[in-house]
């Protein structure tokens, strides 16, 4: 097996089982067991249990991104894909099970504050999709002028929020309707304009 397909499989077995035991109880003889491997073969691929944590959490991320973003890059029309964007990215964290679990187990995967973000870079590359179609919005005349930098992180801020309500704090069917109306908030507005 080659060692790109290799680690693959060594991320998905890791998810898993980081999702079932969490990080403090999963070992590396767990996830080697579940590749029907030994615990010496992984070092082959990660220095140790911290590193293929850090390594299988940001590949999880890596792939919920490269989705939306693909979803987003079908859409021609700026509008929806700002939608697009929104929606997938929370329904795909709706689907994906033991993402969800490592995220309920480990909400630092997203921190409100960061002082230290372990996957600042990706998520900074998901500040950086809403400030791509923020641009484009506004040079298209479809938006209204915003700082494409603080609206693009006030944004993510508040998609983290929701993410943390809905899935660590197990406030979904709350959060399903609070997310529906925070984009109808982000897209149309507060203020009614007046009559001219």
């Known amino acids: 097996m080659r060692k790109k397909e290799n680690i693959e499989k060594i991320y998905s077995a890791a998810l898993a089982v ?3 035991y969490g990080y403090k ?4 003889e767990d996830i080697a067991g579940r590749m029907g491997m030994t615990k ?11 590193d293929l944590y850090r390594q299988t959490v940001s590949n999880a991320l890596l792939k919920w991104q490269a989705m939306v973003r693909r979803r987003v890059e079908r859409e021609s029309d700026v509008k929806q894909q700002f939608l697009v964007m929104c ?3 929370v329904e795909y964290l709706s689907k994906n099970d033991h993402l969800r679990q ?3 187990r480990d909400p630092d995967i ?3 504050f960061p002082i230290i973000d372990p996957y600042q870079k990706i998520n900074q590359a998901s500040v950086e999709m809403i400030k791509r179609i923020l641009v484009r919005g506004m040079r298209e005349g479809r ?4 700082d494409p930098e603080k609206t693009s992180e006030i944004i993510f801020y508040i998609y983290k929020m929701l993410i943390i309500r809905a899935y660590i704090k197990e406030e979904k069917k709350e959060i399903q309707e609070m997310f529906g109306e925070t984009i109808e908030l982000i897209t149309t507005g507060l203020f009614i304009e007046p009559d001219a």
């Open 25 to 28: 109880k999963a070992t590396l």
């Open 110 to 112: 997203f921190p409100m």
């Open 40 to 50: 010496g073969n992984l070092y082959v691929y990660s220095k140790n249990k911290e």
């Open 18 to 20: 980081f999702a079932e």
């Open 87 to 89: 929606y997938k990215a």
């Open 143 to 146: 938006f209204r002028e915003v």
């Open 102 to 104: 490592i995220l309920v």
